[in-house]
């Protein structure tokens, strides 16, 4: 009897004290199981947020998927998928500041998946190009033969993207004016065609390289240039061939860059190296190099750009029959880009330089500036078009300017 009740007694002991164990446990378990448990719920949110995200998209309750996508990035800051998504609507609503953003966010968070981030960066590059400046080489007389940018705008490429363009402009002028030695003619018309690439390196970095093939028209053999009764541009047939080789590189800190992706601050540089003859009247004798000061910056639909440059001239150009001593000079442009949509963009721009020659060629002492307005404009997926006219503000400016170019993203 006495051993029974011992027995009941230890049984007794050891559930009164496991009981409370066992509860211990189960309401003030470990840290780490408090963290998984955290997580797990914050993943089940997450995935249902996007989940209603992604239904609310596909029946275009843009509102309503744009409040759950935010809901997910506040449960998962580094969805990249997130971003890429709220980038996608808000380029449907045409709100191309957001749109690039998140686009910008969702590529760097994606660095690890390589699929991913070339889709991303595919939305990214397309609104660089659209809300960039056109694309013109300023064939401005004589300082066509010299390093003159084109505009540029401060985005980079994405990274590892590609864009290759190819286009032709058409430049004319009918200038006349007395000076010293007799009458000063330029009646002319330049044909340029050129093919670009430009490369994104990294983020803030981007390669560029451009060559071209060029033709001077002379109309009824006009194009007379007197100084110290010699005329100094050199006779002879004009023929078609390369003309420039130009290799370039373009710099925009991410600290100098604003969050709509637009706005920011850049510099780039580029070397001129010179293929023609003399005697074509296609370019200097040697290298010129050129630096460039861009800024951006956004108002709601306009991006606006400027650009300020400096270009340094080698010495010993042979681009005359007598030696002329040209003179560095200063690039310059501002433009305005109004983003219709994802496919099109409207381009207005006013740029040009100071006189290369103003010291020696009496006749071609004044700056030279043209106003140019376009359009660009997507035709597929990959295929971007660009087209422009512009015409000149001054003697030495060219009348008319007509530009074309045909564009793939790769």
Partial sequence: MLARLLFVSFLLLAVTGLMPAKLFAQNFGSDEDDIELTRVLRQDRYNEAMINGKEALKERRFKEAINYFEIALNLNANSYEAHNLLGDIYSQLKDHVRAAMHYQKASVLIETDIIGKSLVGEKLRNLVFFSSPMETSRNNMFHSTLNVPPMQGARTLPESHLVLMSGMEISQNNFSRYGSGGKNIYNARLYEWFMEANYGITHEFELTTKATIGFLSEIDKDVLI?????????????????????????????????????????????????????????????????????????????????????????????????????????????????????????????????????????????????????????????????????????????????????????
């Fill in 226 to 410: 007197w100084q110290d009764n010699l005329q100094i541009v050199p006779e002879g047939q004009r023929s078609i061939g390369p003309s420039d080789l130009y290799v370039g590189m373009k710099w925009e800190p991410s600290r100098f860059r604003g969050e709509d992706e637009f706005s920011g601050l850049a510099i780039a540089s580029s070397f001129k190296v010179p293929m023609a003859a003399d005697e074509d009247m296609l370019t200097s004798g040697t290298v010129d190099w050129n630096i460039n000061f861009i800024g951006s910056k956004r108002f709601d639909r306009l991006i606006f750009h400027g650009n300020l440059g400096y270009t340094f001239l080698f010495r010993g150009q042979s681009i005359f029959a007598k030696q002329i001593n040209f003179n560095d000079f200063v690039t310059f442009g501002f433009a305005g880009v109004y983003m219709i949509s994802d496919n099109m963009s409207l381009i207005a721009q006013i740029e040009g330089n100071t006189s290369a020659f103003a010291n020696d060629i009496d006749v071609l002492n004044s700056a030279v500036t043209t106003l140019t307005a376009g359009l660009k404009y997507r035709l597929r997926e990959d295929w971007l078009l660009q087209m422009g006219l512009g015409v000149g503000l001054g003697n030495q400016s060219s009348d008319f300017i007509g530009n074309f170019g045909l564009g793939r993203h790769f």
